[in-house]
């Protein structure tokens, strides 16, 4: 006879994982904090978007002071070398799962500077990006935008930069490198 | 004497901009600083010399973020005096419209950034709250919200679109109603006149060692140098305003007279709407194959004040489609790139963000 | 006892619960001040436990230890405080030295872990935060000498009852000058504008927590919702005249946290050496006469 | 049966043997010390605690003795101090210039000590007194600077002459040199002027404010493992003079209608709190770790004054509960300093960092011994803060209160110091070889940590105890305590159920920690620097000057202080150099003979 018992089905730790995981997912597409690195020009359609005339609180969002505390990486615009080599360094020290914004049409592929020999073109090529906000420079909606496809990646699980950078690693460290050249911090300016 | 090193920037609250503030710590007073710049270098001036003249109309308010249309300005007045070539006159007055917008945003900008060293984050919503209300008209006048590429060489891109002076008034009026509301908040709020007041001193010694211009000279050695009065560009000898100037140069008095100068332009920008004439807005400025238009021979160095000083380029042609050379003095190197090393240390670190911040240092105007 | 401390515990998770909700109302407040919408008020649920969430940085044992200390320290305070004349976990043993020197374990545990990360911006902050703490501490305690003296307990509890006896007036009315000093400890305890010299991220990029992210930083902001509900509670208890059923508790809690986070929102913050003039001119000054009044000439209203 | 004065012979006898084996070995004289002292602190503490310790053999001529509760307290904290801090003496000894005599000395000003608290004679008394003074004296200079030994025995000195000045003008009035009869027999403007001297010796002493100058001068250069001893246990002794005067004596005065104290209380009490904010602000300022802790004797000090000038049942229980705490603690604190300074050669703290990532046990210590020093639970200096409290709210003392509460404050500012800049921060790369401290030095280490933590969490012991010595010599009310709570005027204190809770706390919040994921564990290095790269660890330690914008405030104020104190420092040196010039020669054999000498015309005067 078959039992009417109610069994548990036992769940492996994977498992269990993956649904904590989600369930975090919930809250972390529910409360981006920023890190506000200005790198380029794109920065200054954000105060914008963070005061009152957009405001980014309302998505849960909000500027933070250091790497550690913040999930996004938010690239605003070029990003010459001497600025690169201190963006990786940043993107480094982030706590994960880490989130990578790039604004304008400079990390895609150069844009106005494609040609500049202190720019690079491509930002990919360096850190594993999530949302692309296109445009010289990004209208602030489009901004806005940008944040509410990366909320939307992270609920269907697309936004895995974090992990490609892990599993990628080395093939990111050779770009680095090649581009950068290994940083040798030897004296205060290490360059 | 051990010594600490803090660093304000470039990812730091405090340092609007890709730039760094290396300081030299003991205790909290700050012994020896300097900036590290650099990180914003993209080589500008050389990009220059590959675009055509027309093409540099795109490249340049890249230099200064906050305020992007005095390069325009100060580009295509340089371009034009090479050409000679006189610009029809409603093309002038929509030019100072514009500008004095500009001026006002990046006014609003800074003085709401006391906001962020003071904590008063209050105020900083509030400024950005109506920096982008001028924004919003920048973008029906000329299709951009910060990068407009609106005053071209041979005048103004296009007319102002209907019924824009009616958006300009009102919003105007409100400003102008809301100025005491902002002194309120900010230079005569009891809690930040104790950070700002008879603290941050820029010595008049430094401002003629250092070249420094725009408020930060006005405000120390009370002497109104300013561009729009010295050398009058666009129609500026045709308004009437005044220029606030101060002998204590003290971090409110500087943003006292900020906040004076918003005054002042929007005096300035009702005089533009009631005085401006009808008629064209841009004549072709040479002949040539499509844009591939030359430029005679010679060298200019045309100037104009921007909100933090006097802004110039240097321009040389040698007779062909693209600039030979082009030099850009930012308003802000002085102070910024040199003047951190002198009268920053013997301050707090406490102040360091003020300082840079009523400074007006803009760090892309730095590296270029 | 075990019931005890399972009220105790049962207090601090309420504590918890009531600040984190009040405090995102309070941001929707503060929001529309500055002309926006503001966050969802259960905003700051969220934040807490996407930081738990995440997986951040340790920069060995004291790193861990101390956040772990603090929270601890901090919880523990929780446990002892009283919400109403009745519910109280630890019924006559609610002393109130109990509270302000328990908090300094919380603040103790911060401090060994934010210096243990090896930052100076952490350091700075600390020493930012404990020179804030000499400042507005001993005009608040001289405060609390006067009602203690007055009220003839230190417990919470009597001092609440104390003051809810008919004829009695709240201590906020019977010592004015001592409530206005309370008020401005108070705005000093929970680090709001003119003296929050000791997060200003402009200044020293948020102080204390420069190197937190990931579950550390979740369980200070566990631990800043505990404290800002042990201070304003405390206030309430010591001034308000306490609360003889929770809502009554909960309409003063609230009366109190959002009109000081408004006064916090239109100032800007002193620096560090200025909060301690502040704090030792006026505030002790009066402080002082309100003793003398109420102590030796016995002018109580 | 154990007897004082076999005791002290044992003690000088195995002095003698201690300098003749520290001759051959250092390490065997040093192990001999700690067994020689632990002999005397076991017999103490086996007999003592009953007062069954027997007095009446008359071994020594002309030398009586009685023991008194009060007497046992004190010197049951100091023999335990001398205890713990003999561990240390292994592994010091070897750097000083006069090893050999290091033992001896030690080992004399302890039964210079159990002498004092169990004489009942005013002159051995004093004999006793010149004993510790002498021999400490000889002691300090061992470590840095011979200055450090004039100063301290400069202001000693003036505390033993007037001390012999009181004694002398209460022979003169009663016609004994008894010291309960004496002291009860003076009154009226004799009992006055006898209440200024010994409170002048007090003070003097204990290293409160007028006279402090000496306080970080001699801890701060005394040689480390002396500094536990000097701050823990011997500035005690100004506080035993002061109980007899402050309690015994009570001279008749004024008394202030609004608080309903007398006059000469309240104005000691007033000194005590001048000590508190006075040690408080300097030991904010301090850059030296152990002279940091020095001011904050003087601060602690300034409370035992508060507590037994306050004249009443809760505040007399605090103040000893605090000379028992602060003992425990400050040992603690020094030892830990001591520790570090053997390893890494200095005490500076702009030079240190990062040490507990070697030393973290020394690191545990020394936090364990601040948290009872800033008189935060669960730990003793707590319960005796909490009982000062109690005193002070309810005589109403309100400018004392101030004083009170802000060295309560100030204290978790300066004890902060040490931990963020000696011990927390950046690690030195000059520092990678350093290990933790060795054994021997760790045991005295988790003992007083373990008694740190007991005086905190079980009060019952102590305050009985307490309770007996109120019951001997005053009229206040017992305090009542159970096994974890104490009762005073405003409420119950239950420092049990406060270090249960506590753990609870910790519990719930470590099981958060436990339950979330993983850190990942980064160098120290790989901090927020606002993406800057950085290579020099000492750039990114805060250390110097931590509480600049504090310093600052109060540095110009304090001048005209410092000048005075410069002056009188001037004076007191004159007065040293003649004490240089008269004793102290680079052979340790005439600095011996003088002692001898002076030993013997006492005993001579005594006799008389």
């Known amino acids: 006879m078959k039992s009417t018992k109610f069994t548990p089905v036992p769940l492996t730790k994977a498992e269990t994982d993956k649904k904590w995981w989600e369930i975090g997912d919930f809250f972390r597409r529910n409360s981006l904090w920023l890190l506000m690195y200005c790198t380029g020009c794109c920065a200054i359609e954000l105060p914008p978007a963070m005061t009152s005339a957009y405001d980014m609180e309302r998505l849960g969002m909000g500027p933070m002071a250091t790497p550690r505390q913040a999930d996004i990486l938010l690239v605003s615009g070029y990003l010459s070398l001497k600025t690169l080599r201190r963006l990786i360094y940043t993107y480094e020290q982030m706590s994960e799962p880490r989130y990578v914004v790039a604004l304008g049409s400079c990390p895609i592929n150069g844009g106005i500077y494609h040609d500049s020999h202190a720019v690079i073109n491509q930002l990919d090529q360096y850190i594993p990006v999530d949302v692309y906000v296109a445009g010289c420079m990004p209208n602030t909606e489009a901004v806005m935008n940008g944040f509410v496809d990366l909320m939307d990646q992270i609920k269907h699980k697309r936004a895995n930069g974090w992990k490609k950078y892990h599993e990628n690693y080395s093939w990111y460290k050779a770009n680095q490198i090649t581009s950068l050249g290994e940083v040798d911090v030897h004296d205060e300016f290490h360059e | 004497m051990k010594e600490m090193k803090l660093f304000l920037g470039p990812q730091h609250p405090g340092m609007h901009g890709n730039a760094s503030v290396h300081m030299f710590v003991d205790g909290d007073i700050i012994k020896r600083s300097y900036l590290l710049p650099g990180m914003l270098y993209r080589g500008f001036e050389k990009q220059m010399e590959r675009k055509l003249w027309v093409n540099n109309i795109a490249l340049i308010p890249r230099v200064c973020v906050p305020e992007p249309d005095i390069n325009e300005m100060a580009f295509a007045s340089g371009a034009e005096k090479l050409l000679k070539l006189e610009i029809p006159e409603r093309a002038h007055w929509i030019r100072m419209i514009i500008l004095e917008f500009a001026r006002i945003s990046a006014h609003l900008m800074a003085y709401g950034g006391l906001g962020g060293p003071t904590g008063n984050y209050t105020l900083m919503y509030h400024a950005h709250a109506d920096r982008n209300n001028i924004l919003d008209i920048f973008e029906k006048i000329t299709g951009a919200r910060v990068y407009h590429q609106y005053i071209v060489i041979g005048g103004v891109r296009q007319d102002l679109p209907k019924g824009i002076e009616k958006d300009m008034h009102t919003f105007l009026d409100s400003l102008e109603s809301r100025l005491k509301e902002y002194r309120d908040l900010g230079i005569d709020n009891a809690s930040i006149i104790k950070r700002i007041k008879d603290t941050i001193m820029l010595p008049a010694e430094v401002v003629w060692e250092l070249g420094v211009t725009g408020i930060g000279m006005r405000s120390a050695v009370n002497k109104a140098y300013d561009i729009r009065k010295v050398a009058p560009y666009a129609r500026y000898d045709q308004v009437e305003f005044e220029v606030p100037v101060s002998d204590y140069s003290d971090a409110r008095s500087r943003l006292d007279i900020k906040i004076k100068e918003v005054q002042q332009s929007i005096n300035i920008i009702r005089q533009c709407l009631e005085k401006m004439p009808e008629g064209p807005v841009r004549v072709k400025p040479a002949r040539g194959q499509s844009m591939r238009w030359t430029v005679p021979k010679g060298h200019v160095y045309s100037m104009v004040e921007s909100s933090r000083g006097e802004f110039g380029y240097y321009m040389v042609s040698n007779g062909g489609t693209h600039p030979y050379r082009v030099g850009v003095r930012g308003a802000s190197y002085p102070q910024g790139l040199l003047g951190i090393e002198k009268y920053l240390p013997g301050t707090r670190i406490d102040d360091a963000a003020l300082w840079v911040d009523t400074m007006g240092i803009c760090s892309p105007e730095i590296d270029r | ?301 | 049966m154990a007897n004082i004065e076999y005791l002290l012979l044992f003690l000088v006898g195995s002095a003698v043997i201690s300098y003749f084996l520290t001759r051959l070995n250092s390490f065997i004289g040093s192990i001999f010390t700690i067994f020689a002292t632990m002999f005397v602190f076991v017999s103490l503490a086996a007999y003592g605690f009953n007062m069954n310790l027997d007095t009446t053999v008359s071994l020594l001529p002309w030398f009586s003795f009685s023991q008194t509760y009060l007497g046992f307290f004190f010197v049951i904290i100091i023999a335990f101090i001398y205890l713990m801090v003999s561990f240390f003496h292994p592994y010091f000894l070897d750097k000083y210039p006069y090893k050999n005599s290091y033992n001896l000395l030690f080992l004399l000003s302890l039964a210079g000590i159990i002498g004092a608290f169990y004489t009942d004679h005013f002159l051995q008394l004093f004999f006793f007194f010149e004993m510790i003074i002498w021999t400490t004296m000889f002691l300090i200079p061992q470590g840095k600077s011979r200055e450090a030994a004039v100063s301290y025995f400069g202001f000693s000195l003036t505390g033993s002459v007037a001390l012999l000045i009181g004694i002398f003008v209460i022979y003169q009035n009663v016609g004994r040199f008894d010291i309960q009869a004496g002291l009860a027999g003076i009154s009226g403007t004799t009992s006055v002027f006898v209440f200024v001297l010994f409170m002048i010796a007090a003070l003097a002493k204990l290293g409160t404010f007028p006279l402090h100058i000496w306080l970080p001068l001699a801890h701060g250069n005394a040689p480390h493992p002396f500094s536990p001893v000097l701050s823990g246990a011997l500035v005690k002794l100004g506080a035993f003079i002061g109980i007899l005067a402050l309690i015994k004596i009570n001279p008749i005065g004024p008394v202030i209608g609004a608080i309903d104290l007398a006059l000469g209380q309240y104005i000691i009490a007033f000194i005590g709190s001048l000590s508190i904010v006075f040690g408080t602000l300097m030991a904010i300022k301090e850059d030296d770790a152990k002279k940091l802790l020095a001011y904050s004797s003087m601060s602690h000090g300034g409370y035992i004054l508060v507590a037994f000038s306050a004249l009443n049942g809760f505040a007399f229980a605090g103040g000893l509960y605090h000379i028992l705490a602060h003992a425990l603690a400050s040992a603690g604190a020094f030892m830990a300093i001591a520790a570090v300074a053997r390893a890494t050669g200095t005490t500076k703290m702009k030079e240190l960092g990062g040490m507990i990532h070697k030393m973290p046990i020394t690191y545990l210590a020394y936090l364990i011994a601040i948290i009872s020093m800033a008189g935060i639970p669960p730990m003793g200096g707590f319960i005796s803060k909490w009982l000062i409290f109690q005193a002070v709210i309810d005589r109403g003392m309100i400018l004392i209160a101030v004083a009170v509460f802000f060295g309560s404050v100030g204290s978790f500012l300066y004890v902060f110091r040490p931990l963020a800049a000696l011990f927390l921060g950046q690690e030195f790369r000059e520092y990678k070889h350093v290990k933790e401290a060795p054994l021997l030095m760790l045991i005295p280490t988790f003992i007083i940590m373990g008694l740190n933590i007991y005086t905190g969490v079980i009060p019952k012991q102590i305050i009985d105890f307490i309770n007996n010595i109120i019951g001997e010599n005053t009229a206040f009310a017992p305090v009542v305590a159970t096994t974890f709570t104490v009762t005073a005027t405003y409420g119950t204190l239950n420092a049990g159920l406060i270090a249960l809770i506590f753990g609870v706390g910790v519990a719930i919040a470590f099981i958060i920690f436990i339950l979330m994921k993983k850190s990942r564990k980064v160098e120290l290095m790989d901090t927020y620097t606002a993406a800057n790269f950085v290579h020099d660890e000492h750039l990114l330690h805060y250390s110097v000057d931590f509480y600049a914008p504090l310093e600052r405030m109060y540095e110009k104020q304090s001048h005209w202080m410092k000048k005075f104190y410069d002056a009188l420092a001037h004076k007191v040196k004159e007065v040293g150099k003649l004490a240089k010039y008269l004793f102290m020669s680079n052979n340790i054999g005439v600095t011996l003979i003088w002692i001898l000498v002076i030993i013997v015309l006492l005993i001579g005067v005594v006799a008389l």
């Open chain 3, 1 to 301: 006892m075990i019931v005890n401390i399972l009220v105790g515990i049962g207090i601090a998770l309420f504590g918890f619960a009531l600040q984190t909700s009040i405090g995102g109302i309070n941001r929707k407040i503060v929001g529309r001040l500055q002309k926006r919408h503001g966050p969802r008020w259960y905003q700051e649920f969220i934040d807490i436990f996407k930081l738990l969430s995440k997986r951040g940085i340790s920069h060995g044992w004291i790193y861990d230890f101390g956040v772990i200390m603090a929270l601890g320290g901090i919880i523990a305070t929780a446990m002892f405080m009283p919400l109403t004349v009745d519910i109280v976990a630890f019924k006559q043993f609610d002393n109130f030295f109990i509270f302000v020197y328990l908090l300094a374990v919380g603040m103790l545990g911060m401090a060994m872990s934010a210096s243990g990360s090896g930052n100076p911006w952490a350091s700075i902050g600390v020493m930012r935060a404990l020179t804030t703490m000499l400042a507005y501490e001993v005009p608040f305690l001289i405060v609390a000498l006067t009602i203690i003296n007055v009220s003839d307990s230190s417990s919470l509890t009597a001092i609440q009852a104390f003051q809810q006896t008919a004829g009695n007036n709240w201590f906020i009315i019977a010592l004015p000058l001592g409530g206005l000093v309370g008020v401005l400890s108070l705005m000093g305890m929970l680090g709001k504008k003119p003296f929050e010299t000791y997060i200003a991220p402009a200044e020293i990029a948020s102080g204390p927590m420069v190197e937190y992210g990931g579950k550390q930083l979740g369980m200070l902001f566990i631990l800043h919702e505990i404290s800002v509900f042990i201070e304003v509670s405390l206030f309430v208890h010591l001034f308000l005249g306490g609360a003889s059923n929770i809502f009554i508790f909960l309409i003063k809690y609230f009366t109190v946290y959002t009109v000081v986070n408004l006064i916090s929102n239109v100032n800007g913050r002193f620096k560090i050496d200025q909060v301690v003039k502040f704090f030792y001119k006026w505030p002790l000054l009066l402080a002082i006469i309100q003793a003398f009044i109420a102590i030796y000439l016995g002018w109580v209203i």
